[in-house]
């Protein structure tokens, strides 16, 4: 639970002068008079108005002198981010650490003040989670495996298995497990979705960067480079020894071949393609299709086949 006053100066706002005490956030349909709530534009601001709440987080853009002396509105320049702040900051304080008892966390394990490890997970030796982590239910962490703080990974998920190389000998065709001993670094404030594996390195490290949020069925196989604030939707796989640069996207079902590279700020449109050994650069710049190029190219090429 948090005052008004507080809550304002988690986003940065000048407070109204009531003392509304706030527990959870809401829609505007389920709101009550314990709760906040956002609004985008004037049409959602009215209608926030009208509701339950106890507070709105509305857009600065939209103040005016009718609405100036209302003391539920909490002005912000972005009310979407602010209410995701918001919601940050009430579960923290509603939300307490401890280790299920039906987990299997071995003895040299290091777990970090206020982290939460859920039924069925299981740690193993020599892993090392930081603080105020939530690891979900049947979450599986491999040996050599590294968390920071404010990690969360949902069910399910697979942190640091073994990688997918192997080593073929020409004369039998047979296949060898090449050496898969490295690390998994997984930095601050990090979010990996259900069902999500992310190998170890091979002889080196695999490493996901500081605030990347990953989402369910995603794999990212060994080696990989993961930049800070990259997004990565559902079902995307990439292949060994590929580096995401930060802000990067990948929409849902993007595949990556190895070695391949996804520059700063590029943005890859759902079920894009980057071949191995691929550079897509352009801080902005929007790539699509199998193989993935820029969009106008796409757009024209889609136009050209439907000519045809």
Not at 203 to 211: K, S
Request: charge should be negative; include cysteine; glycine fraction near 14%.
């Amino acid at each position: 639970m948090a005052n008004l006053e507080q809550v304002a100066e988690w986003v940065h706002a000048e407070a109204p002068a009531i003392g509304v005490e706030i527990l959870r956030v809401a829609s505007l349909e389920g709101a009550t008079a314990d709760s906040i709530v956002f609004a985008v534009d004037r049409t959602t601001l009215e209608l926030a108005l009208r509701s339950q709440a106890g507070a709105v987080l509305a857009n600065v853009r939209q103040r005016s002198e009718e609405l100036e002396s209302n003391p539920r509105v909490v002005w912000v320049a972005d009310p979407r981010y602010a209410f995701a702040v918001v919601a940050q900051q009430l579960k923290g304080r509603r939300e307490a650490g401890g280790v299920h008892p039906t987990s299997v966390v071995a003895g040299n394990v290091v777990l970090g003040s206020r982290t939460k490890v859920g039924p069925g997970a299981v740690l193993e030796d020599g892993v090392v989670v930081g603080e105020d982590c939530s690891l979900g239910a049947n979450v599986t962490v491999y040996a050599g495996t590294v968390l920071g703080d404010r990690v969360v990974v949902q069910a399910g998920a697979v942190l640091g298995s073994t990688g997918f190389g192997y080593a073929r000998d020409a004369e039998s065709g047979r296949y060898l497990l090449f050496p898969q001993q490295g690390t998994l670094v997984v930095e601050d404030d990090v979010e990996i979705g259900a069902n999500t594996t992310i190998d170890r390195g091979a002889l080196g490290e695999t490493r996901i960067g500081r605030g990347t949020k990953i989402d369910n069925l995603v794999h990212i196989a060994h080696n990989c480079t993961i930049g800070q604030d990259v997004i990565i939707a559902a079902q995307t796989g990439i292949s060994g020894s590929s580096v995401v640069e930060d802000g990067a996207i990948l929409g849902g079902q993007v595949g990556i071949g190895e070695h391949a590279t996804v520059g700063t700020g590029v943005i890859l449109g759902g079920g894009a393609g980057v071949l191995s050994g691929k550079k897509m650069r352009g801080v902005g710049e929007v790539f699509w299709g199998r193989p993935a190029r820029p969009l106008k190219e796409y757009l024209k090429d889609l136009a050209r086949l439907k000519r045809q």
